[in-house]
């Protein structure tokens, strides 16, 4: 059995393991750590000497992790994480530290909660790198906060999170029915709503929307007949066309701004929005700092 020399692995060393694992790529680990390649692969190869082993192997145009490489992936997240703490002495001054803060959300739908959480960070430390990632599906959280890739997140709640995930409430919107009222009238009934060509905002993964979960309690179904990826696209494709669609009121003060809205004519949960973060992450005071600049800008009393 090798003897391995722990005294000769630093915590950079282990950060760039790391970061080259979850992004399985050299270039990319180097942009995220505002790295060169050269500089990625030099620590990548001293650790290949300490441990003896390739940790990663050339795949086509890209790399994968060797059976080793897996198995060390989750120990060096949890110490790293241990190290952060050990470094953390609760005197967190946030006009000294100057990473990058980066936040996974869904841009396209939260564009004015996104800037209102933009204004007050560059207010509280002025020029700030902010990085704010595009969410996509529910089902990407835990994978985001967990690799890094995001320092926290905000999204629509779900029916449950991960345990390895901590939240905190926002603020909740009520969900109404848009349509281009050039075209048609509002939905005035259950039968109309049910029938209506509908057009949904679809960012993938196998999370279920409130409306739909509503309608499935009800033993309804509506016809769909288009999804999209992001609002900005479903406002263009119901603009001049008898769509409708069912969507947090919110949106009407950004994309959907040139579309009309009527009440939607089946009851509908609230649509809550959470902070959300690595449960990893509670005794940071960089996160605690941080949750706490985003719940001043964005928390408002739940409906």
Do not use: M, Q, W
């Given at each position: 059995m090798r003897v391995v020399d722990t005294s000769q692995?630093?915590?950079?060393?282990?950060?760039?393991?790391?970061t080259v694992f979850d992004e399985m790529s050299v270039s990319r680990a180097a942009e995220r750590l505002d790295s060169s390649q050269s500089t990625i692969s030099h620590n990548i190869e001293k650790l290949r000497s300490i441990l003896g082993d390739t940790l990663f192997l050339q795949?086509?145009?890209g790399i994968v992790p060797s059976a080793r490489a897996v198995a060390?992936?989750?120990?060096?997240?949890?110490?790293?994480a241990e190290m952060e703490i050990l470094a953390d002495g609760g005197d967190y001054d946030p006009l000294q530290d100057q990473s990058t803060i980066t936040i996974a959300t869904n841009g396209s739908a939260l564009a004015p909660e996104l800037n209102l959480v933009r204004k007050r960070l560059w207010?509280?430390?002025?020029?700030?790198?902010?990085?704010?990632?595009e969410l996509g599906s529910r089902a990407n959280l835990e994978?985001?906060?967990?690799?890094?890739?995001?320092?926290?997140a905000v999204t629509a709640r779900p029916m449950a999170y991960s345990d390895m995930l901590h939240s905190l409430p926002l603020f909740s919107d009520e969900s109404?029915?848009?349509?281009?009222?050039?075209i048609r009238k509002p939905i005035e009934n259950v039968k109309e709503y049910c029938s209506a060509r509908h057009a949904n905002l679809d960012f993938g993964g196998p999370v279920k929307s409130v409306v739909e979960s509503a309608l499935e309690t009800l033993g309804l179904a509506r016809n769909m007949v288009i999804s999209v990826p992001n609002v900005w696209f479903l406002a263009q494709v119901i603009k001049d066309t008898d769509l409708v669609a069912t969507?947090?009121?919110?949106l009407q003060k950004s994309a959907l701004s040139g579309l009309a809205i009527?009440?939607?004519p089946i009851p509908i949960p609230p649509v809550h929005f959470d902070l959300v973060w690595h449960r990893r992450d509670d005794e940071s005071s960089r996160l605690t700092w941080l949750r706490q600049q985003m719940t001043a800008a964005l928390a408002r009393p739940e409906t």
């Open positions: 692995i630093s915590g950079r060393l282990l950060k760039v393991f790391i795949c086509g145009r060390l992936a989750p120990k060096v997240r949890h110490l790293l207010e509280v430390t002025p020029g700030r790198k902010l990085i704010f990632r994978n985001f906060l967990e690799k890094g890739i995001a320092d926290i109404a029915v848009y349509y281009d009222a050039e969507l947090p009121k919110l009527c009440p939607c």
